[in-house]
């Protein structure tokens, strides 16, 4: 006789799972005390948002499934906001949470709380599972589903009476067999061809590329394809790293805020080569501008996000690696060299500019200065707020990743993240930055890190505002500063001290760079505390 | 534009939530949503009836193809299916109007299936535009409650042969 708890157990090992980012609870006992006497390692997160945050940062760092497990009730709705992050990003998550048992669900007893139901719109699928029996099927097709087509959040809830319940014998299934779930991920030769055709005609096409490239894993095939036809790219916040930033093609982010260069180049092109990019109003805030002027090809593995935001010429849906490839091997075009010549020039013309103030951290040239220190290969994180905008406009990425909550934009996520990341990449340096906000909404952490020994390093922007918000106030609110400013904060270098993590604190780019060479040099975590300006403007 | 969709769904509890949460939170309006299962026990159909324009239908469509148990989704063109919704009828009736409401029935096809001192019930199934013809030459005598299953619909064979 086998338990529900051990199938639950067993489904994680028949899926490779390594490690799992978990807070527990009574109902969810069962599932932790027999993960306990496995070798696959629990880590014991400081809030069940940052369960779902960290799982994010190891299933982007590792291309692979994230795990993360709450109690029933405040446990899993604490980790909706994680949930609902993951999903605005499609990222691979399975989330297992623990619910009452199953002859008292809808009585409203302690904990109880309607997790499904209350994750419905943002999750790809969920389960509440009512039969030990059903346990192998649905963890199967919560990984599977979870993974393929466009990735996204599972959740599973399972009553801890079916988790203690036993059944004869475990048999994990071979395959899944949902009849409504079968991704076109190949493109439709004909329109691919359309494609050619239309590419052909372009005198000023671009590529703007998004998250769904890297998830996609089509990187290398989208710089093969750049590097064919010379077609500058752009990439949304999420599809940063597609490109290397010192690429002569690579303009930069587009959108609100994003880089001018980026969005001239949008608005003068006539062809737009949407890869992976579902046309966010932060990426394109007016798509029919655009529309005018530009014929647009998308390509995406989800249907329905072609044509949602931006009217198309060419829809091709399908993985865009496979796209992309019949693209490389069918077209034989080269992009026009006054159009590439017009965006270098529009490039240096517009490049950030740094902003100096005496005792102070310009983090511009500092993140830029950052990402020369780094390794090829490190994952950076940005949080939400101004720090995210420096750090997108700024960090010079070469071979590594560029982690951030681009969609939902949810503050808080990089520290956890970091950790999951850490975690899937101990050898590559790991970086979070945030700003003094978005740190307090996460330095919980701080205990994680410190008791997983996780080598991460956390840069934070303190500079005494929260940064985003103060900024528009200046803009359209006549700087009234409705709560945005941060009037107590605690010292962070004796904060993380006293979680035996060491820190330093920096009054300018010269103190702040002898810290951060400093810091890459141990193998201990750290956080660097950056003095900044509250007048520091996104930009 | 009204549209008419039949969506096939595995017929699992849950599936209905997971469809009409779908309605809610991308802002779609529908105009009524039946379900029954098919000649498959495995397969629910839901037939929708929704308002709204080429690229709210589209959308529709294809944030329904995207919920894991929906099967398939069809939006039928006009004049390509049979479309029937039965309706219960509670009509005020004193003793010297029935005779007027049983001549309405009859002319309208439609069956009398409760009578009391004061009240008559009918049921009836047709369509949308019949529907609406009855009720108006109801109005009159005073209706005190209508109940509608909301519209099924199914395609004509030759459309699906084509």
Not at chain 1, 198 to 207: D, G, N, S, T, Y
Not at chain 1, 291 to 301: F, G, S
Not at chain 2, 115 to 130: I, W
């Amino acid at each position: 006789m086998i338990s529900g708890a051990e199938i639950m157990v067993k489904c994680l090992q028949k899926e490779n799972v390594s490690i799992v980012f978990g807070y527990p609870g009574a109902v969810i006992c069962p599932f932790f005390d027999y993960l306990y006497q496995t070798d696959i390692k629990a880590v014991l997160v400081r809030q069940e948002q940052n369960a779902a945050h960290s799982a994010s940062g190891y299933a982007r760092a590792l291309s692979k499934v994230g795990v993360c497990v709450a109690t029933s009730g405040p446990g899993a709705l604490n980790m909706i906001t994680g949930i609902a992050t993951a999903y605005m990003d499609s990222i691979p998550l399975v989330c297992i949470t623990g619910q009452v048992k199953s002859d008292v669900l809808g009585r409203d007893v302690f904990q109880e709380a309607d997790i499904t139901g209350a994750c419905e719109s943002f999750v790809k699928h969920s389960y509440l599972v009512k039969d030990t029996a059903d346990l192998p099927r649905v963890f199967k097709e919560a990984f599977h589903i979870a993974s393929t087509g466009r990735p996204g959040p599972v959740l599973i809830d399972v009553p801890v009476d079916v988790q203690q319940a036993e059944i004869e014998e475990f048999v994990y299934p071979e395959k899944v067999n949902i009849i409504g779930y079968k991704p076109s991920v190949k493109g439709h030769p004909m329109q691919i061809k359309r494609a050619v055709e239309m590419i052909a005609e372009a005198k000023r096409p671009v590529i703007c590329a998004g998250g769904g490239v890297l998830t996609s894993g089509a990187k290398p095939k989208l710089r093969e394809f750049v590097e064919k036809t010379g077609i500058p790219v752009l990439s949304t916040m999420m599809g940063i790293g597609v490109m290397p930033s010192d690429d002569p093609l690579y303009v930069g982010m587009l959108g609100s805020h994003g880089l001018k260069a980026a969005n001239l180049t949008i608005h003068n092109s006539d062809l737009v080569i949407l890869c992976g990019a579902r046309v966010g109003d932060r990426a394109v805030a007016s798509p029919d501008q655009v529309v005018e002027h530009a014929n647009v090809i998308h390509i995406d593995i989800d249907p329905a996000e072609i044509g949602k935001n931006m009217k198309t010429s060419i829809p091709i849906v399908g993985d865009i690696k496979n796209v992309l490839g019949h693209l490389i091997k069918e077209t034989d075009y080269k992009a026009p060299a006054e159009w590439v010549d017009k965006i270098t020039k529009w490039k240096e013309e517009f490049a950030p500019k740094p902003q100096f103030f005496d005792g102070f951290v310009d983090p511009k040239s500092f993140i830029s200065k950052l990402s020369e220190m780094l390794r090829p290969k490190a994952v950076m994180v940005a949080d939400v707020g101004q720090n995210q905008i420096w750090c997108a406009n700024n960090y010079r990425i070469r071979d590594g990743r560029f982690l951030t909550s681009g969609g939902m934009g949810t503050m808080g996520y990089s520290v956890p993240a970091a950790v999951g990341a850490k975690l899937a990449r101990p050898n590559r340096d790991v970086v979070a930055v945030c700003g003094d906000g978005s740190f307090q909404m996460c330095l919980n952490e701080l205990a994680t890190i410190a008791q997983e020994n996780l080598n991460v390093k956390i840069i934070v922007m303190r500079n005494t505002v929260l940064g985003m918000v103060h900024e528009l106030q200046d803009i359209h609110y006549g700087s009234r500063y409705s709560i945005t400013e941060l009037d107590t904060i605690p010292d962070f270098v004796k904060l993380a001290r006293s979680y035996g993590i060491d820190s330093a604190f920096a009054s300018s780019n010269e103190e702040a760079e002898k810290y951060t060479k400093e810091m890459l040099k141990s193998d201990k975590p750290f956080v660097l505390v950056c003095n900044v300006h509250p007048n520091t403007s996104s930009k | 534009m009204k549209y008419t969709l039949s969506v096939l769904v595995e017929n699992h509890p849950g599936v209905l939530s997971k469809v009409s949460g779908l309605f809610s939170r991308r802002a779609f309006n529908i105009d009524s949503l039946a379900v029954g299962i098919t000649e498959d026990p495995g397969i629910s159909r839901m037939t929708i009836v929704a308002d709204g324009d080429e690229y709210v239908i589209e959308q529709l469509e294809k944030q329904l193809n995207k919920v894991i148990p929906v099967i398939k989704v069809r939006t039928y063109a006009q004049g390509d299916f049979i479309s029937r919704e039965l309706s219960l009828i509670k009509v005020s009736c004193p003793a010297n109007k029935r005779l007027d409401i049983m001549k309405i029935a009859e002319l309208m096809e439609a069956k009398i299936v409760d009578v009391s001192v004061n009240t008559m019930t009918l049921q009836f199934a047709d369509t949308l535009e019949r529907f609406e013809t009855l009720t108006d030459l109801l109005k009159p005598y005073g209706i005190r409650e209508i109940v509608r299953t909301g519209t099924v619909a199914i395609e004509k064979d030759s459309a699906s042969r084509k």
